[in-house]
Structure formats: C-alpha cells, structure tokens
C-alpha cells in the first residue's frame, strides 16, 4: 500500500508548532511508518510538490511569499491541516494589524535600529497589509487550535487521517 503522503511548511510563525509536531518523540517512528514527509524544514525539497495527500502548515499569512506558498500547497493538497493559532486565527502576527506597514517597518527598522538603520530590500518579502489566518487566504479543511497544539493532539489528527478518517477534535484541543 503507497504511503500518505504529507507535506508541512510554516509561514509567520515562530516554529513552535513545529516543535510540538517533534514532540510526539517515538510516536513519529509510527506515523513515518504510513507515511512520508515529502516537504518541509526537515526535509530537503525546495519546492511543494503535486500529489501531496495532507497538507500541515503553521502560521499566520503575513506577506507575499506566505501567500504564495499557501496557495500552491493548497493547490497540490487533498487535504489542508492550520496547524496552532496563529494559522487558525491570526494570533501572534496579527496583533501588527492595527499599525500601517509603512509605519510598522519605519519603526523597527529604522527608528528602532541602534546601527546602521535602513529597511531591508533585497530578498525580503513584500508584507501583506494584514496578517490574517490561513482560512483568509485558502481553503482550510481541519484547524488545530492551540499556542502550540498538544503533541497528542497533534498525533490524534495525523493517525485518524492516515486511517482514512476525519479527526473528530471535540474536547481533545483548545486555544492557547
Ligand atoms: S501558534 Fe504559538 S507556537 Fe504556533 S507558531 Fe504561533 S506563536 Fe508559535
């Protein structure tokens, strides 16, 4: 039998629901068994590719490389996981929100620079208006709350889609 297999990617997050996907520690060892991690930090692949069967994506969409990256995941996905708050609300990233970009980089950048302040041109990404949740920008078909979400929790939604089933979450995960 072929394996699933998954994708996972984080946007503007602080990889910490990352770090909780890790934290299964020996329950990933199962999980590898069903299925291959075929992009992702750990794995070297420079671009998302087509076939993927679940789609695991941390954080908030903030700029335009985040957006991009949603979208083709999106695209390539059957299934698309927001994996912690900020990909399901917003959360942390969004709390920029009520500042003007402009504003906002003037004052980190420069303002807030001890030396040589300047704003970063080459190679960053363009920042959106808003950071706002994954369901803003695409389809999301499971939200796993949580700042980050609980290992076992994590591990539950992983083993019932790789059952072929649909996590029912009820109480097993919460916000925060
Ligand atoms: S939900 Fe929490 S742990 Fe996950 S990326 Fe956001 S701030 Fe980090």
Known sequence: MDKVKIGTCWLDGC????????????????????ADIVFGPLVDAQEWPEGVDVAVIEGAISSQDDLELAQTARARSKIVVALGDCAVTGNVPSMRNGIPTAKLIERVYVEGATADPQVPTD??????????????????????????????????????????????????????
Do not use: N, Y
Request: proline content about 9%.
């Open 123 to 176: 190679g960053v990404p363009a920042l959106l208006k808003q950071a706002g949740p994954l369901q803003s920008a695409i389809k999301v078909d499971i939200h796993v709350p949580g700042c980050p979400p609980k290992p076992e929790g994590i591990l539950f939604v992983l083993g019932e889609l790789l059952e072929g089933r649909v996590p029912d979450l009820g109480s097993k995960l919460r916000f925060g």
């Open 15 to 34: 990889s910490g629901c990352h770090m909780s996907l890790l934290d299964m520690d020996e329950a990933i060892v199962a999980v590898l068994g069903k």
